[in-house]
């Protein structure tokens, strides 16, 4: 199984709601990735849950909480979002977080901040 | 920190021609270089990748080369077909512990 599955596809929020994405994959892989897009645009690194421990891009804004429940589930909590916090959010992961080799992004969720 | 440049932006060629999307990178500890495609609304994917052991890397009408004294590498596309078309996203991984740094990407029309 190479996928990694993130749910929901889309979702449309106001500014104060709370709402969670999440991510999970079966390949066995060490290390797991959230991920921003905005359109045409590469992806933008926000956290890395490796080992079972997170490490924060120290631009990301406290509106955004990541948690690892376990090595194969990735969720991403939002709260109090703004509307240029609307983007394509993706989930990645890999074998091995210290060379970032195969990197597998999941299908991604479309985010709308109204 | 690592800092990617990828040219061109946007490229159009005539379908059965070649195309060719140029990086450079900064950090000449980068050892990792992988490129991937993303049609659009789909998620970025993996087609191919090279280590800086490896000077050039095939698979199929794809090629890689990678010149660490110059630090830049290219993905090179032969025969390209209208389902080429998408946006291709190089990325370098300086290591030690650090993540991939991407490049702003190149939007591939193969025209028909």
């Known amino acids: 199984d190479t996928e990694v599955t993130q749910t929901p596809k889309h979702l449309v929020m106001g500014m104060t709601n709370k709402k969670s994405l999440k991510c999970e994959q079966h390949m066995g892989h060490r290390a797991m990735y959230w991920y921003k897009q905005k359109a045409k645009k590469p992806p933008e690194l926000m956290f890395v849950y490796s080992y079972e421990k997170l490490s924060i891009n120290e631009s990301v804004p406290s509106r955004f909480s990541p948690e690892c429940p376990n090595s194969s589930l990735l969720n991403l909590h939002l709260h109090a979002l703004q509307p240029e916090d609307s983007a394509l959010y993706l989930c990645?992961?890999?074998?091995?977080?210290?060379?970032?080799?195969?990197?597998?992004f999941g299908s991604g969720t479309q985010l709308s901040v109204l | 920190g690592e800092n990617v440049e990828q040219h061109p932006s946007t490229l159009s060629v005539q379908e059965g021609d070649s195309a060719v999307i140029k990086c450079t990178y900064s950090?000449?500890?980068?050892?990792?270089f992988p490129w991937y495609k993303q049609e659009l609304g789909k998620r970025p994917q993996l087609i191919i990748d090279i280590r800086s052991n490896v000077g050039e890397k095939k698979d199929q009408r794809i090629a890689v080369t990678l010149n660490k004294t110059a630090k830049h590498f290219s993905l090179h596309i032969t025969e390209t077909q209208p389902e080429d078309s998408a946006v291709y996203f190089c990325a370098a991984f300086p290591g030690s512990a650090r993540q991939l740094t991407f490049g702003s990407g190149t939007q591939l029309t193969v025209l028909p």
């Open positions: 950090d000449s500890a980068s050892n990792y």
């Open positions: 990645a992961s890999s074998q091995d977080p210290r060379t970032n080799e195969k990197l597998f």
